[in-house]
């Protein structure tokens, strides 16, 4: 079975990988690590750059874990498009990195996380960063 | 001397704090929308025409110029981080900048490029002390032939000289002058491409046409090519300069104000071109040619001058005859006459608080700008972050209300919708923006100086080439327009394939 993350390059997204591979691990899965940047931004403070995929790339081939590094650049809604990759490939896992945020923020930006801890339809393992 | 004397009163004017706001305002509002690709200070500048109807002109103007001078700011924040110029003029800054900025020296090249900013606008600056005067009092002789030839130059240099093709130019100048006419004629009293429609009878107002282009045209291009791969973050440090970088960027940041400044005040200069030039010439003089094309400062610091000091060359022709040498500053003419001030050589002898203290504000500004874009320059680069369509849905917000806002008038939303496809038609086309701005703009004062000559003469097309600063220009034009042949003529020298100049119009 396939584990996803979804992974943006800050101490988040990089927690929720480290814990994706010892769940990959233990369980005998592969991984899909997506990174999302929307193409309505001129500039995505949330997307990986080339060399951070090759770098999260050269990471998990070293791990030995089986996995694939995958971008989605189109669309403006990070959760949609790992929504919609957790029911294309079946996973059986969602592990995604959680961040503190005021309630205004929250209340003006909406929360990526919450929208997949509530709507995706596999367990989703949320790791905080230390 | 009495200049210097009017400058200083100028700055006791400045230093008030309500017109030190509308200074900040206008130098925070125009390094925003210079940093974002896209928005430019003309647009800025069209969009809060109709709100600056009920301020007083010199607070408006003091604005008008720190938006002016801020988007030349703003604009080389985008091209050093991004490699997509904010602003037409900064277009050479990204060659070099934006490989600094790869290279890990982002902070240098946004260095170097505000502090040669605000040298070049300060020299530029105190030129125009210098030299506004002494053209105001050659150009107060001037009688309507020899301004209808000194207009037509403008429309030359507008349409054939910047761009990329001439046919594009003189087309997008056409459709702005048949603009410029609708409405009833003054002379005779009859409607010209009015349609039978009684609206059109005042003609189109400026407002409508200048927002209807800039930003509508802009919101549907944008809208059109939505879906563009995001960038990544470059991340930016404070803004500093070690001594080498010092010791590199002072003489091109002089070379470049050398070359900006003249360029910006004569009708076909701009900035486009001087940044070119600076450009090649810090390639030519620098000692480790070997840097440029991987983030060389030189090349960073000698456009970024440039392109200042021919923001306060722009102003020269402008306050001194009238004569607009690019869009944001034709804008601004057009703003001058809404308050009911005839622009041209009697404008700082009418007008002297308000000449002086735009002058002196642009000094104040200038300062200001130093102090927003050093250590703030990291801030700027999140603009980029704000969704477009959050960003064009309030621009089409401003221009609707700012049309309307004119004359009250449901019959205005039509027209802008409808020059608003104009303006998505000329970037479809790669038809520049430039001269069909200056065509409505300073096609309707060409008509008059125009019949006027005529009128004098009594119909002789004679009276159109009165004296010798007509002779010069006719000249100018007649080498311009005949220059592709002349270069064909010549054995062996073709004229040189200018394709690889940006077309888009400083929007």
Same mark, same amino acid.
């Given at each position: 079975?396939?584990? @996803? #993350?979804?992974?943006?390059?800050?101490?988040?997204?990089?927690? !929720?990988?480290? +814990? /994706?591979? *010892? &769940?990959?691990?233990?369980?005998?899965?592969?991984?899909? @690590? #997506?990174?999302?940047?929307?193409?309505?931004?001129?500039?995505? !403070?949330?997307? +990986? /750059?080339? *060399? &951070?995929?090759?770098?999260?790339?050269?990471?998990?081939?070293?791990?030995?874990?089986?996995?694939?590094?995958?971008?989605?650049?189109?669309?403006?809604?990070?959760?949609?498009?790992?929504?919609?990759?957790?029911?294309?490939?079946?996973?059986?896992?969602?592990?995604?990195?959680?961040?503190?945020?005021?309630?205004?923020?929250?209340?003006?930006?909406?929360?990526?996380?919450?929208?997949?801890?509530?709507?995706?339809?596999?367990?989703?393992?949320?790791?905080?960063?230390? | 001397?009495d200049n210097l004397n009017h400058l200083i009163e100028g700055f006791?004017?400045?230093?008030?704090?309500?017109?030190?706001?509308?200074?900040?305002?206008?130098?925070?509002?125009?390094?925003?929308?210079?940093?974002?690709?896209?928005?430019?200070?003309?647009?800025?500048?069209?969009?809060?025409?109709?709100?600056?109807?009920?301020?007083?002109?010199?607070?408006?103007?003091?604005?008008?110029?720190?938006?002016?001078?801020?988007?030349?700011?703003?604009?080389?924040?985008?091209?050093?981080?991004?490699?997509?110029?904010?602003?037409?003029?900064?277009?050479?800054?990204?060659?070099?900048?934006n490989k600094m900025a790869k290279s890990g020296r982002a902070a240098?090249?946004?260095?170097?490029?505000?502090?040669?900013?605000?040298?070049?606008?300060?020299?530029?600056?105190?030129?125009?002390?210098?030299?506004?005067?002494?053209?105001?009092?050659?150009?107060?002789?001037?009688?309507?032939?020899?301004?209808?030839?000194?207009?037509?130059?403008?429309?030359?240099?507008?349409?054939?000289?910047?761009?990329?093709?001439?046919?594009?130019?003189?087309?997008?100048?056409?459709?702005g002058l048949t603009i410029g006419v609708v409405g009833i004629d003054?002379?005779?009293?009859?409607?010209?491409?009015?349609?039978?429609?009684?609206?059109?009878?005042?003609?189109?107002?400026?407002?409508?046409?200048?927002?209807?282009?800039?930003?509508?045209?802009?919101?549907?291009?944008?809208?059109?090519?939505?879906?563009?791969?995001?960038?990544?973050?470059?991340?930016?440090?404070?803004?500093?300069?070690?001594?080498?970088?010092?010791?590199?960027?002072?003489?091109?940041?002089?070379?470049?104000?050398?070359?900006?400044?003249?360029?910006?005040?004569?009708?076909?200069?701009?900035?486009?071109?001087?940044?070119?030039?600076?450009?090649?010439?810090?390639?030519?003089?620098?000692?480790?040619?070997?840097?440029?094309?991987?983030?060389?400062?030189?090349?960073?610091?000698?456009?970024?001058?440039?392109?200042?000091?021919?923001?306060?060359?722009?102003?020269?022709?402008?306050?001194?005859?009238?004569?607009?040498?690019?869009?944001?500053?034709?804008?601004?003419?057009?703003?001058?006459?809404?308050?009911?001030?005839?622009?041209?050589?009697?404008?700082?002898?009418?007008?002297?608080?308000?000449?002086?203290?735009?002058?002196?504000?642009?000094?104040?500004?200038?300062?200001?700008?130093?102090?927003?874009?050093?250590?703030?320059?990291?801030?700027?680069?999140?603009?980029?972050?704000?969704?477009?369509?959050?960003?064009?849905?309030?621009?089409?917000?401003?221009?609707?209300?700012?049309?309307?806002?004119?004359?009250?008038?449901?019959?205005?939303?039509?027209?802008?919708?409808?020059?608003?496809?104009?303006?998505?038609?000329?970037?479809?086309?790669?038809?520049?923006?430039?001269?069909?701005?200056?065509?409505?703009?300073?096609?309707?004062?060409?008509?008059?100086?125009?019949?006027?000559?005529?009128?004098?003469?009594?119909?002789?097309?004679?009276?159109?080439?009165?004296?010798?600063?007509?002779?010069?220009?006719?000249?100018?034009?007649?080498?311009?327009?005949?220059?592709?042949?002349?270069?064909?003529?010549?054995?062996?020298?073709?004229?040189?394939?200018?394709?690889?100049?940006?077309?888009?119009?400083?929007?």
């Open positions: 079975m396939t584990i @996803v #993350v979804g992974y943006i390059p800050t101490t988040q997204g990089e927690a !929720a990988v480290t +814990a /994706a591979i *010892t &769940e990959a691990r233990a369980h005998g899965d592969s991984l899909l @690590v #997506v990174n999302m940047s929307r193409d309505d931004k001129l500039v995505d !403070a949330h997307r +990986a /750059a080339s *060399t &951070e995929l090759s770098r999260l790339d050269a990471e998990l081939t070293e791990s030995g874990v089986p996995h694939e590094v995958r971008r989605v650049e189109h669309g403006t809604d990070p959760a949609d498009a790992i929504l919609r990759i957790i029911g294309e490939v079946d996973a059986r896992m969602l592990v995604i990195g959680l961040r503190p945020r005021t309630p205004v923020g929250k209340l003006l930006l909406g929360s990526t996380a919450q929208r997949l801890l509530l709507d995706a339809d596999c367990p989703v393992l949320a790791v905080k960063a230390h | 001397m006791g004017h400045v230093l008030t704090p309500m017109n030190l706001l509308f200074a900040l305002i206008g130098v925070t509002v125009g390094t925003a929308v210079g940093v974002l690709p896209g928005i430019g200070p003309a647009m800025t500048v069209a969009l809060l025409l109709p709100i600056t109807y009920g301020l007083e002109p010199t607070q408006a103007l003091i604005m008008f110029a720190g938006i002016f001078y801020g988007g030349m700011y703003g604009g080389s924040t985008t091209s050093i981080l991004l490699n997509t110029p904010g602003e037409s003029a900064s277009v050479v800054t990204a060659l070099e900048g240098q090249a946004l260095a170097t490029a505000a502090i040669g900013s605000f040298v070049a606008g300060t020299i530029g600056t105190a030129l125009l002390v210098l030299v506004m005067p002494q053209v105001v009092a050659f150009a107060i002789n001037l009688g309507s032939p020899e301004l209808l030839a000194i207009l037509l130059v403008a429309f030359v240099g507008a349409s054939a000289v910047l761009g990329s093709s001439r046919v594009r130019g003189f087309a997008a100048l056409l459709v003054f002379v005779t009293g009859q409607q010209r491409l009015t349609f039978g429609q009684p609206m059109l009878a005042d003609g189109i107002d400026v407002v409508v046409v200048a927002v209807g282009i800039f930003a509508v045209g802009e919101a549907l291009w944008v809208a059109a090519h939505l879906r563009r791969k995001a960038a990544t973050v470059i991340p930016v440090g404070r803004p500093w300069m070690g001594r080498e970088d010092w010791a590199r960027s002072w003489k091109p940041w002089l070379r470049g104000t050398a070359l900006g400044f003249p360029f910006g005040a004569i009708p076909a200069g701009g900035a486009e071109v001087p940044t070119f030039l600076s450009y090649l010439a810090e390639r030519r003089l620098a000692k480790h040619p070997e840097e440029f094309g991987h983030g060389a400062i030189e090349g960073v610091a000698g456009p970024e001058a440039a392109n200042n000091a021919s923001a306060a060359g722009t102003l020269v022709p402008l306050l001194a005859i009238g004569l607009p040498t690019n869009a944001t500053a034709a804008i601004m003419l057009s703003a001058l006459q809404g308050w009911g001030f005839e622009p041209g050589p009697f404008l700082i002898d009418k007008q002297p608080v308000l000449v002086w203290t735009l002058v002196a504000s642009l000094f104040v500004g200038n300062t200001m700008l130093l102090l927003l874009n050093l250590p703030l320059a990291p801030t700027w680069a999140k603009l980029l972050q704000i969704p477009r369509p959050y960003l064009y849905a309030g621009i089409l917000f401003f221009a609707t209300m700012g049309a309307y806002a004119v004359n009250a008038q449901p019959f205005d939303l039509f027209l802008l919708l409808a020059l608003g496809l104009v303006g998505f038609a000329l970037r479809r086309f790669g038809l520049p923006v430039l001269p069909l701005i200056i065509g409505v703009i300073l096609g309707p004062l060409a008509e008059k100086h125009g019949r006027r000559s005529l009128q004098l003469s009594g119909g002789d097309l004679s009276g159109l080439i009165g004296g010798p600063v007509a002779w010069v220009c006719y000249a100018i034009i007649a080498g311009v327009i005949l220059w592709p042949l002349i270069g064909r003529l010549l054995p062996g020298k073709r004229p040189s394939d200018r394709d690889h100049t940006p077309t888009e119009a400083s929007a």
